[in-house]
Structures are given as C-alpha cells and as structure tokens.
C-alpha cells in the first residue's frame, strides 16, 4: 500500500477531488470514488483545460492549434502524495489531491503552473541554492452579492452593523468575523496549512492572513487550498470571500506579498548575508534580477484587468521597482531581519495572480540577476511611490507586449507558455472590453 492509499485509508475517505490549477489558479479535474480513484491511480484531463480563459473561452484557433495537439489529446495527471489535503467543509469524508500534469511519454507538460514553478526550483538546486518563501495573502469579506452590477457591500459582524472608515490592524473590527474565522483556523488546521497571523487590513472588511516561510512549491499548493477554504467558510456564514485585486472603488487593493530568501543546502546558511552580517552581492544581484525583469513579466504578477487598478495613483500599492531598507513605497522592501533571515519583500503580486506563476516569476526574476550579476539602483529613501525611474507598464495591454519581447524569460519558462499565457490574457481582455461599464452609463448616457 503506498503513502496516499495509507492516508485515504486512515482518514476513512471516501470521495477524492483530482485537481490540478489551470493559468487563472481555478482548481479543475475530477471528482471520483475512493476505490476508483486507487485503481486508476491518477486521471486524464484534457490539455485544453491549460488555455482555458477565466470565462469558460479557448484562444484563437490559429493559437491553440500551435500549442496543442489538434485531436484535443488527453494528459496524465498523477497525484503528488505531498498534496493531499481533506476538505474540511464537505458532508462526506473527502480528500483534495493537487496533481501533476505530463503527456503520454511522461515529460512534464510545458503549460503547467505547477510545472513552470518545479523548472524554476530546479535551476536553484543546480545551483546548490534553496529558495524560501513566505506569502501574504490579503482579501475582502462582503455581502453576498447575486448582482455583479451592484457594488459590493461590507458584510454585517457580530454587533449586527457593517464596518465602517479605516480600521489597520484593529483587534476588535477582525474578532467581529470571530464564528467565520475560528472554523477557517479548525479547517486550515485539519489540512495542515502553515497560517501564521491575522491581520485586519487598511480597506474595510479587509484582511491578511500570512504564511510561514518554506518550500516554494508547497506553499503554493497551500494558496490554492487556502483560497477554497476561506470561500467555503465565508459561504457558510453567509458572506462572500474575494481575492480580486482591487473589488472595491475608493477601497485599497489586495496583494499577494512575497518574502524570499535563498539558503545554500550545504551549509544552511543564507546567502543573502556575508560572513559579518553584511548585504552579499548575490543578495544586490538578486534584487537587481527582480528590478529588471519585473517590468518585462509583470501579467505574471498582475494577471487580469481589475489587477492594474491597484496600480492606480494615490493607492497603497507601489507602482514601481525600488528597493529600500524598511520602506512599504517601495516595490521591493528589505525588512529589518539579522543576517540568517534577511529577505526581500516582492509587494507587487495581487492577491488574484496564480500562485504557482507569481511565485515562479519572482524567484526566477531574481535567479537571472544572481547568475547575470546584475547591479541594483541605489536603495531608495523616503517615499518612493513619486518616484518615475522604475515605474511599471499601467495596463494589461501594454503589459503583455512587454512580455511577448522578454526572450531571457521565455527561454527559461518556454515559448509554449509564455505564447499561451498571453493568449488567453488576451481573449480574457477581449471579453472584457465587450463590458458596458456603471461608469460609460452613467457619464456617457445623456451628455455625449
């Protein structure tokens, strides 16, 4: 009996969610029996699912017939024993089993999330270097909402009222969602999830929940859980949980913050710090890399429309790639931290990039600078957020056709998913301006 047939066995399972992320970060696959699941040991899934747009569309056929077989072939997904989870909120014992996606001669299949982040980590092994990770996830509660027309509304706490003005870090505005947050925590727990703190965030009902620092790879599996568990727990206490980037106007957005270090496997010790504590060059080559490849592969960052509104001016979030000592304006800050902790803080993801991408693209933006030697601007002081030298493509279209010229990242990622990513980022944008937006109706009706 192998390890996951053991777990399913021990937990007394009896349905398993097969899954695996497609570009947006939508858990897609299938829902088995227990037995059948053990006897197929793995599913099929069409290829297709990778160039599936958040919408449900496929890009154009002169694309798609490029990147993937004509006769819509199946691949091989096999589960990872490393991600198993249970689902918490369902009726009946149930498991979720992140997998992994290969064609029929077993090579891993190019347009994987999971896969480009297992490429990246790979490069760093070859170089006998461990990268570390520590997420921040920030998102909104509202009001059910059944109406994407209307905007969205905070939801009402225990005191019975709705949240209202600024409330950062306030212990009282967080313990007003205490029912929804205890059972997220008992789920979270029962799933083995490494949350740390809870956080009430600057917008109103908004919060941070941050992760332990560790593997890449299985905390990016954890994302993908965690979004689904805090869903489900709002649900059940009759709220809506969103990780869009910016839900709400006048409202700060949500950013998915990353905290990476590098440690040498041999030693153990970070390679960000000198001997006597200092900055190492590999540390400066490294925030280098991320400053200038950042602005070249930012949709991997900021993957939809709604992700460049946070990017608007007079918003919390910094629109450029300075880096500085201690300084939140900066879209790279350096927290205070002795030697063997020492990081850097990449504060420009939203909180509705793939977690698997984003977190591939920031390492492997700041393994091109290390292995380049690439020098950083000076350290920023003060506000940076007026700072015009390093700023970032401000939209979606602009942005994709930056990344379509950074052949540095398409080599190592591949053309096949770099093409792909921005096709349907593409046919996603497209679909978009098809929208009549609140604003056009209510400016544009009775004064053009």
């Known amino acids: 009996m192998n390890k996951i047939e053991a777990w399913l066995k021990e937990h007394k399972i009896t349905e398993v969610e097969c899954m695996v992320s497609d570009l947006t970060g939508i858990a897609r696959g299938k829902i088995a029996p227990t037995m059948k699941f053990i006897s197929e040991k793995g599913m099929r899934l069409p290829e297709s699912i990778l160039l599936q747009s958040v919408t449900g569309d496929y890009v154009e056929d002169d694309i798609y017939y490029e990147l993937l077989d004509p006769a819509d072939i199946d691949m091989v997904c096999k589960p990872d024993e490393s991600a198993i ?50 997420p921040e996830m920030e998102f909104y509660l509202t009001r059910r909402n059944e ?142 890399g991320l400053q200038r490849f950042i602005p070249e592969v930012l949709p991997l960052f900021a993957p939809n429309v709604n992700s460049f509104r946070r990017f608007l001016p007079d918003t919390s979030a910094p629109v450029n790639v300075e880096w500085g000592e201690e300084n939140r304006t900066a879209g790279l800050r350096v927290p205070d931290s002795d030697p063997q902790n020492r990081r850097v803080e990449n504060r420009l993801p939203g909180a509705d990039a793939n977690p698997y991408i984003a977190i591939a693209a920031s390492l492997l933006c700041g393994y091109l600078g290390m292995v380049s030697k690439i020098t950083p601007s000076a350290p920023v002081k003060g506000r940076a957020y007026e700072r015009r030298n390093l700023r970032l493509p401000l939209t979606l279209e602009s942005a994709l056709e930056r990344m379509e010229q950074c052949h540095e990242v398409q080599e190592v990622l591949g053309e096949k998913f770099c093409r792909g990513y921005v096709a349907v980022k593409r046919v996603e944008h497209e679909n978009y301006k098809r929208v009549i937006s609140s604003w056009e109706r209510e400016f544009l009706l009775l004064s053009v």
């Open 147 to 288: 109406d994407p027309d209307l905007p969205l509304q905070p939801p009402i706490g225990r005191s019975g009222r709705q949240e209202t003005g600024r409330q950062s870090f306030s212990i009282d505005a967080a313990n007003e969602f205490d029912p929804l947050f205890e059972d997220m925590y008992d789920w979270c727990e029962a799933q083995g999830l490494d949350l740390d703190t809870l956080i009430h965030e600057e917008g109103t009902a908004q919060m941070e929940i941050n992760f332990r620092h560790g593997d890449p790879l299985l905390l990016a599996d954890q994302i993908l859980v965690f979004k689904r568990t805090m869903r489900e727990a709002a649900l059940k206490h009759d709220m809506t949980a969103t990780f869009m980037a910016k839900p709400i106007t006048n409202e700060p957005g949500s950013a998915m913050h990353l905290h990476q270090s590098i440690i040498d496997r041999k030693s153990g010790k970070n390679v960000f710090s000198n001997a006597d504590g200092t900055m190492s060059e590999l540390f400066l080559h490294h925030i280098g």
């Open 85 to 134: 989870y249970l689902v918490p909120w369902a009726i009946e014992p149930t498991a979720q089993i992140i997998h992994d996606c290969y064609d029929k001669m077993g090579n891993p299949i190019d347009m994987s999330p999971r896969n480009i982040l297992k490429k990246v980590l790979k490069m760093y092994a070859d170089k006998g270097w461990q990268p570390l990770v520590a």
